[in-house]
């Protein structure tokens, strides 16, 4: 079965500061990677997604991700954050034997003005 | 396109009673997903549907808890008696089509119903 971790539950950076969140995962198979975004009180968004080809994938707000496979990770990365990036955030895998999301157990990232 | 809608938004029971939340996907997509937030956790799936049948429900508790997606299209999601531990939030997702690995562009979630079982 696959499983996803992050290792980092919670983070707190100053505005300006560069960001980035690890996500590990366990298939041995073809996947394909997605971060999402829970602002407070809002629904998961996606941030961004991974299905092939380059492996460092561009989203919206100005986040990036990078599929590197040897070593089964998808960091999220940031160069400078907001205060309005304050979220939590989510890795998720989904194999291509199934159609099934799996979700990390989430990062909660605070961004202090 | 209209989004996922769910209600209520909101609820509170106490242990024992019974609960049921709704949700209407995005029209014309196939799959329909529920999944259980409990909080500080990422959300856990609970069942799949494709049209109206059951593709996984291998972690959703059959003793309290059932689903049902009639006509393929609004679903319901019941718990009965309910737990404490059932505290949490009820998230829908949607998606276009039911082939594995086709429906990766396409999971939109709705905003979720909070229960408080107290």
């Known amino acids: 079965a696959q499983s996803v971790s992050q290792h980092n539950h919670h983070v707190i950076l100053s505005e300006a500061a560069s960001l980035e969140l690890g996500c590990n995962y366990s298939?041995?198979?073809?996947?394909?990677l997605f971060w999402y975004v829970q602002y407070p009180g809002q629904h998961l968004q996606l941030l961004l997604k991974?299905?092939?080809?380059?492996?460092l994938v561009k989203g919206i707000k100005g986040f990036e991700a990078e599929f590197i496979k040897s070593k089964f990770s998808f960091n999220l990365r940031k160069p400078s954050v907001q205060w309005s990036d304050t979220a939590e955030y989510f890795c998720?895998?989904?194999?291509?034997?199934?159609?099934?999301?799996?979700f990390g157990g989430g990062t909660r990232l605070m961004v202090k003005p | 396109e209209a989004g996922v809608a769910q209600s209520p938004r909101y609820k509170i029971i106490e242990k024992r009673q019974s609960v049921a939340f709704w949700c209407n996907p995005i029209?014309?997509?196939?799959?329909l997903y529920w999944y259980q937030q409990i909080l500080g956790q990422g959300p856990k799936l609970l069942i799949q549907f494709q049209n109206n049948g059951v593709v996984d429900d291998s972690q959703l508790p059959k003793d309290r808890f059932s689903a049902e997606r009639l006509k393929g299209v609004d679903s319901t999601l019941k718990i009965q008696p309910a737990k404490l531990e059932d505290s949490a939030v009820y998230l829908c997702a949607s998606s276009p089509s039911g082939y594995p690995g086709a429906d990766t562009y396409g999971y939109t979630f709705g905003s979720g119903t909070r229960l408080t079982v107290v």
């Open positions: 998720a895998v989904v194999n291509n034997a199934g159609n099934m999301l799996t």
């Open positions: 029209s014309g997509h196939a799959t």
């Open positions: 991974y299905f092939s080809g380059d492996p």
């Open positions: 298939y041995g198979g073809t996947v394909n």
